[in-house]
């Protein structure tokens, strides 16, 4: 199916699907995004490193990645923010995440190829801003039960050098 024949109510859901992640991160809900996803989600954030090798010395070198997560991982990193043990998100970092430029790039019978701009806004300690911003790719995968599901993600960010450590779910 090509995606300029999507019907009107795919694509809401697809917009509900996004618009209900944003909250439920936005709002600290981290068990129940953890229901957004699919078992075998994979969910990375290359980073593009500014290389000093001759030019095309690193074409065949893996990205760097600063997030390479499986549905475990991120199960076991939402277990140990909850714990309060976690300095990065303690007391929990206050974001608000914007979605924009949803644009369905693939379709099959049962997955989706989406394409979208994020940005966060974060304040920690009542006092520290910062943002970030960036595109993701994603892979949505049709479920009977719960309507979509989170299959893969890649986040790049359109930072050189990062604000701060990063803690939280894109």
Same mark, same amino acid.
Do not use: C
């Given at each position: 199916?090509?995606?300029?024949?999507?019907? !009107?109510?795919?694509?809401?859901?697809?917009?509900?699907?996004?618009?209900?992640?944003?909250?439920?991160?936005?709002?600290?809900?981290?068990?129940?995004?953890?229901?957004?996803?699919?078992?075998?989600?994979?969910?990375?954030?290359?980073?593009?490193?500014?290389?000093?090798?001759?030019?095309?010395?690193?074409?065949?070198?893996?990205?760097?990645?600063?997030?390479?997560?499986?549905?475990?991982?991120?199960?076991?990193?939402?277990?140990?923010?909850?714990?309060?043990?976690?300095?990065?998100?303690?007391?929990?970092?206050?974001?608000?995440?914007?979605?924009?430029?949803?644009?369905?790039?693939? !379709?099959?019978?049962?997955?989706?190829?989406?394409?979208?701009?994020?940005?966060?806004?974060? !304040?920690?300690?009542?006092?520290?801003?910062?943002?970030?911003?960036?595109?993701?790719?994603?892979?949505?995968?049709?479920?009977?039960?719960?309507?979509?599901?989170?299959?893969?993600?890649?986040?790049?960010?359109?930072?050189?050098?990062?604000?701060?450590?990063?803690?939280?779910?894109?």
């Amino acid at each position: 199916m090509e995606t300029s024949q999507l019907d !009107v109510e795919l694509r809401l859901r697809i917009h509900e699907f996004y618009a209900r992640e944003t909250m439920l991160l936005d709002d600290g809900r981290l068990d129940e995004w953890l229901r957004l996803l699919a078992p075998d989600v994979r969910y990375t954030m290359p980073f593009p490193e500014s290389s000093t090798h001759p030019l095309g010395d690193d074409d065949d070198l893996p990205p760097f990645l600063l997030f390479n997560d499986d549905y475990e991982s991120l199960k076991l990193r939402i277990a140990r923010l909850a714990t309060g043990l976690a300095p990065g998100e303690t007391p929990r970092t206050i974001t608000q995440r914007i979605v924009s430029d949803i644009l369905v790039t693939d !379709v099959s019978d049962q997955e989706l190829s989406v394409r979208s701009s994020v940005l966060v806004f974060l !304040v920690r300690h009542e006092r520290h801003e910062n943002f970030f911003i960036g595109k993701r790719q994603d892979v949505l995968r049709r479920d009977e039960g719960s309507g979509l599901l989170l299959a893969a993600r890649a986040i790049t960010l359109a930072h050189s050098v990062l604000p701060r450590a990063i803690s939280i779910f894109f």
